[in-house]
């Protein structure tokens, strides 16, 4: 089967300070996408970022950025100055070319200490 | 844009009953919609695949029969429990796809508790 595995179930990060989150993938396709997702207590999901296999630069969205690995099928998630609303479950998903779903990592739990 | 809407948030339903969950793009078109399961402190489980006008596709280990999804149109897709059981409580969630573009993202409902007593 074609995973998405996140090894850290749970992380926590001082307030103000950097965390990353790691993700990897198995997949045969060539072209993809990579998405983190992240789901508060509202349990609503939340696109956080999300990166086109064939782009080698590295995808940045404000406090967040990824560490994407093709070879090495990793996509890691770093978090920059880290706040109290970044505390959530994380989801790492992959999803191949064509109409299929995503498929989801069992996810990782941030705390994000005062 | 791109929001997707669930309707109930929160159902209770007795044991032998039948529960209908909506799933509805508001400003867009899915060609696509995704339904997932998810038990708490867990990941999202996908149930179903449903392209408008066609038969959903069912993941492995989930009843057709059981979780029917119906996607009569671009905006709605519906996930009727029938019978539900207590095994049956979850969390639901919904995601549509539209179909243009070279986008895979999927944009997400905001779920809905089913709790069945």
């Known amino acids: 089967a074609q995973t998405v595995t996140q090894s850290q179930p749970e992380m926590s990060v001082q307030e103000a300070e950097t965390v990353t989150l790691s993700c990897t993938y198995d997949t045969s396709e060539s072209d993809y996408y990579l998405f983190w997702y992240k789901q508060p207590p509202s349990r609503q999901m939340i696109l956080v970022i999300r990166?086109?296999?064939?782009?080698?630069q590295n995808a940045t969205e404000n406090r967040f950025s990824v560490n994407f690995q093709k070879a090495a099928k990793s996509f890691s998630l770093k978090i920059s100055d880290s706040q109290l609303g970044d505390a959530a479950m994380y989801f790492c998903?992959?999803?191949?070319?064509?109409?299929?779903?995503?498929?989801f990592g069992k996810g990782t739990r941030l705390s994000v200490i005062a | 844009g791109a929001v997707v809407s669930q309707h109930p948030s929160w159902v209770i339903c007795k044991s032998g009953t039948s529960v209908k969950i909506e799933c509805r793009s508001l400003?867009?078109?899915?060609?696509?919609m995704f339904w997932y399961r998810q038990f708490p402190k867990q990941s999202l489980m996908l149930m179903a695949t449903?392209?408008?006008?066609?038969?959903?596709?069912?993941e492995q280990g989930v009843e057709k029969d059981k979780f029917l999804i119906n996607h009569a149109s671009l905006t709605l897709s519906t996930l009727t429990v029938t019978s539900a059981h207590p095994e049956d409580s979850s969390f639901y969630i919904c995601?549509?796809?539209?179909?243009?573009?070279?986008?895979?993202?999927?944009?997400f409902g905001p779920g809905t508790r089913l709790t069945v007593t």
């Open positions: 990166q086109e296999a064939y782009k080698q």
């Open positions: 449903s392209n408008e006008g066609s038969k959903a596709t069912y």
């Open positions: 400003d867009f078109q899915a060609t696509t």
């Open positions: 998903s992959r999803a191949d070319s064509g109409n299929t779903p995503l498929v």
């Open positions: 995601s549509a796809r539209t179909g243009g573009g070279s986008s895979y993202e999927q944009y």
